[in-house]
Every structure is written in C-alpha cells, then in structure tokens.
C-alpha cells in the first residue's frame, strides 16, 4: 500500500526523489484508462494542499477534486490538450486559471507526458508538473492591459506608426497609417508602394529629409508635411515625425508616426484667406474715410459744421461695418442696412418694401450703400420731403435681375426740389465707393419730389 499521496502503484523511485524534493509546484502521475473515459491519480505530491487548497488523499480519491478547480472557461482549452496529446504528440504544455476553495483565482502551468510503455491492462500513464504561475500571469495581464490603453490613447490621437528598414526595403504599416495613404489593408507594402501613394510634388520633401537625417553622423530626428493621394483621388495632408537609428552589424532602421493633419491645413488655408479679405476690406476702407475727409472739408463752412458733418458720415459707415461683424462677415440684408442708417431721421417717416428684406447686397458694397442713403436722408431733411410735416420718403424694390438689387427711393410731400448747380457729396460718393463694385445710381429731380433708383450687387440668401 501506498502513503496518503500514493495509490497502491510502482512508482519509479527517481520521478518519486523528484517530487519529494522539488519546490516548484506539484508532481503528479495519472492513470488512463483505454479510450480515456476513465482516469485516477496515483502519485500526487505533498504540496498538492499548499497549490490548490486540496489534500492529495482527496485528489487521489477523486480527480474531480483537481480537475474540478479549472476554471469553466479554460476546462475545453485543457480537454483539447489532453486529446491532442493522447492521438499522437504525446505530451502537452497548458496554462489554465483555477478558482481555489477560498475563491482566490490562481494560474498554473500543467505539462504532462506520456509514458511509451502501457499499464499492464492496457491505461496509459503521464507524468505530469503542475507550477503555479499567477505572479507571471498577472504581471503579463497588467502589462497586456497597459498595451491595451496605450493604444486605445494612441488611437485618440489619430497617429499611425511605421517602421521601414532601408537595408532589405521592408515597411511595415499600421491601420491607421495604412487608410490614410489609402492602401490595403493587410499584405506587403513596400517602399516604392508607399512612395506612390505620396503626392508627386512633395515625394523629394521626404527623400530630402532622410537624407539629411543619415548625413549625419549619429542619424537623429526628422520631420516633414506632405500630401498623401489616395486611389479614390482625395488628398490629405500628412505630418510625419521619424527617428533613424543605427542597429548592431550596421544597419539602419527608421521608425515614425504619421498624423493627418488636413483639417488644420484647411483651417490655415481659411485664415489665411480671411486675413487678405480683412486687409483688402480696411485698404478699400480707408481710400473711402480718405474721400469723406476731403470732400467734407470742402464743403463744410466752418470747424463745427465740419466735425458734425464729418461725424455723421463715419457713423453712417460704422452702421454698415455693425452689420457685416454681427452677420460674422456675412453680406447684410438690405432691409436691415436701411433701417440702421435711416433709424437718425425717424424710421415712421420712411415706408420701407418688405420685399427689401429678402435681398442680400455685398460687404463690399455695404459701406458705400451706408454712406449713400445716409447722404440722401441729409438732403431729404435740409431740402426735401423730410423739411416739411407731410413729407414722406418711400422705398420700394424694383423687377431685379440676376446679382442685382433694384430699389427706388421716392420723396412725397415736400417742396419742389431744386437741380443742384454742381454735382454734390452723394453724387461724388456714388462715383467714388458704389461705380467701382458695380453699383449705380439715377437722381431725378421731379415736379413732385426728388427721386432716385438705385442698383447694388447681390449675393445668394
């Protein structure tokens, strides 16, 4: 008879030194039955309850008590083990959790072989090392996980990655990297495949890069901005950062990221198209501040006529520019620029066509529009219908045509207008800020009013 770990058997007296003074895990030997529908331990070793919270008189009384521990999920992975090894490998090497009796989750190595001569009824015998390996485990779990969140950041990020070895010309691609030159996924690419994915006009931007960074003794740190065409013929714009580094024997390997940097480049594109518009808005700008000074001071009589008159053609200006920076640079409507530059002279004197509000005139033309109407309110008050009680100013739009706002401006109730002698400040004007963007104007001084057409440039609502 055998001690509590042994089952009457013939233990080979070395495997049994062995286990008695091995301290790495446990020991076992099991017996299986032809077809392998039956199996019983006999030899386990002591350190069978400090492994797996079990006794091995238990483990040799039913192997369920060991088998038992393998957690659900892993008892396939170690049923398919055991099956290849019984039809011809002859031994197996697998790595399983078992949930303990005191709940604590552990890991173990099992590696079992088969003996070549069989049990006299015909079992086979497999020795058999069980090694707890929870401490590896975790450790590769947690770095595994670690990995797992290192990419899931890379991957908010936008980077690909690549690494390219000059020596045989491989390169190897990440997802990302891949989608956004637009190449396959999976499969060999080399560099002349990913050479032609890069916009033509910027293919020697990296060839200079790199061959500057291997000028250099020590190699280092490159970067460069490109274009990337895809087959399907979108264009992205790529920001590539690379390190080339020396390898033992010699040989080089350059490893990179790559971002797509479009929508930043569009953004630059945009301001900078913004920036000349501002500029070219504040020359334009200032020519007509330049106009309004100089032709006011030929006409004012005296230092406060002049400031007033001076003053209220900048704020007629400044109404337009109110407009446009509200609109966030949109064209204004020009129903909103009439009652902004007219609102000083008593909006319920003007009947303003709701038909107006539906027609978008040009920012470029906004300021000179301002400084228009604000003029022929001024003269409609001093000379006009506005210098009588009665005296009304009509405003109505006209049959338009393609890009063109039509609007007539209407004086009623006011006394005889006078022809003037020489042409004044509203007619200068509209020379000087409305001709020039295709604006125009046709003063009538009729029996029964003043009265004016006026054309602006429009711009799709």
């Known amino acids: 008879m055998g001690n509590a770990n042994t089952a009457p058997s013939m233990i080979d007296p070395p495997f049994r030194a062995l286990a008695d003074t091995m301290a790495l895990g446990m020991a076992f030997q099991i017996l299986v039955a032809p077809g392998g529908e039956r199996r019983r331990f006999i030899f386990i070793s002591e350190s069978c309850q400090a492994l797996n919270g079990v006794s091995a008189a238990d483990a040799l009384a039913d192997p369920s008590a060991l088998?038992?521990?393998?957690?659900?999920?892993?008892?396939?992975?170690?049923?398919?083990?055991?099956?290849?090894?019984?039809?011809?490998?002859?031994?197996?090497?697998?790595?399983?959790?078992?949930?303990?009796?005191?709940?604590?989750?552990?890991?173990?190595?099992?590696?079992s072989a088969r003996r070549l001569v069989p049990w006299p009824d015909g079992s086979v015998l497999w020795d058999g090392i069980q090694i707890?390996?929870?401490?590896?485990?975790?450790?590769?779990?947690?770095l595994e996980e670690q990995r797992n969140h290192l990419a899931l950041a890379v991957e908010a990020t936008g980077l690909g990655f690549w690494r390219?070895?000059?020596?045989?010309?491989?390169?190897?691609?990440?997802?990302?990297?891949?989608?956004?030159?637009?190449?396959?996924?999976g499969g060999p690419v080399d560099m002349a495949r990913y050479m032609e994915a890069v916009h033509p006009d910027d293919r020697e931007v990296i060839r200079k890069a790199y061959a500057e960074?291997?000028?250099?003794?020590?190699?280092?740190?490159?970067?460069?901005?490109?274009?990337?065409?895809a087959p399907n013929g979108a264009t992205r714009w790529i920001l590539a950062h690379a390190r080339l580094v020396s390898e033992p024997g010699g040989k080089s390997l350059v490893v990179g990221t790559s971002l797509d940097v479009t929508e930043r480049r569009a953004a630059e594109e945009r301001h900078a198209l913004l920036t000349r518009e501002m500029a070219h808005r504040a020359k334009n700008g200032l020519a007509v501040v330049m106009a309004i000074v100089a032709q006011t001071a030929r006409n004012?009589?005296?230092?406060?006529?002049?400031?007033d008159l001076l003053t209220a053609r900048l704020s007629s200006m400044a109404v337009?520019?109110?407009?446009?920076?509200?609109?966030?640079?949109?064209?204004?409507?020009?129903?909103?620029?009439?009652?902004?530059?007219?609102?000083?002279?008593?909006?319920?004197?003007?009947?303003?066509?709701p038909d107006l509000d539906r027609m978008m005139i040009s920012g470029e033309i906004g300021t000179g529009a301002a400084l228009l109407l604000h003029e022929m309110a001024t003269n409609a008050v001093k000379y006009g219908a506005l210098s009588a009680p009665a005296g009304r100013v009509l405003l109505s739009r006209l049959g338009s045509e393609a890009g063109l706002?039509?609007?007539a401006w209407r004086e009623?109730?006011?006394?005889?207008?006078?022809?003037?002698?020489?042409?004044?400040?509203?007619?200068?004007?509209?020379?000087?800020?409305?001709?020039?963007?295709?604006?125009?104007?046709?003063?009538?001084?009729?029996?029964?009013?003043?009265?004016?057409?006026?054309?602006?440039?429009t711009v799709a609502g």
Request: aromatic share 8%; no cysteine; proline share 8%.
């Open 67 to 111: 088998y038992g521990l393998i957690a659900p999920e892993y008892r396939a992975r170690m049923a398919e083990a055991e099956r290849q090894a019984a039809e011809g490998g002859g031994s197996f090497d697998v790595e399983l959790a078992f949930n303990l009796p005191g709940g604590e989750v552990r890991w173990n190595r099992i590696a």
């Open 132 to 142: 707890d390996i929870t401490e590896r485990k975790r450790a590769e779990l947690e």
């Open 164 to 185: 390219w070895s000059p020596g045989d010309d491989s390169l190897t691609l990440s997802e990302r990297n891949r989608a956004m030159f637009g190449l396959p996924s």
């Open 213 to 229: 960074a291997r000028a250099r003794p020590e190699g280092g740190d490159f970067s460069m901005e490109y274009r990337a065409a």
């Open 300 to 307: 004012a009589g005296s230092v406060e006529q002049y400031a």
């Open 320 to 353: 337009s520019q109110d407009l446009i920076t509200e609109g966030g640079g949109a064209s204004p409507h020009l129903g909103d620029l009439l009652r902004k530059v007219l609102a000083p002279f008593g909006l319920s004197r003007f009947d303003i066509d």
């Open 405 to 407: 706002a039509r609007m």
């Open 412 to 457: 009623i109730g006011g006394p005889p207008p006078r022809l003037p002698s020489t042409p004044g400040f509203g007619t200068r004007l509209m020379q000087a800020a409305l001709r020039n963007q295709g604006g125009k104007v046709e003063a009538r001084f009729e029996p029964d009013g003043f009265q004016a057409l006026l054309e602006f440039p």
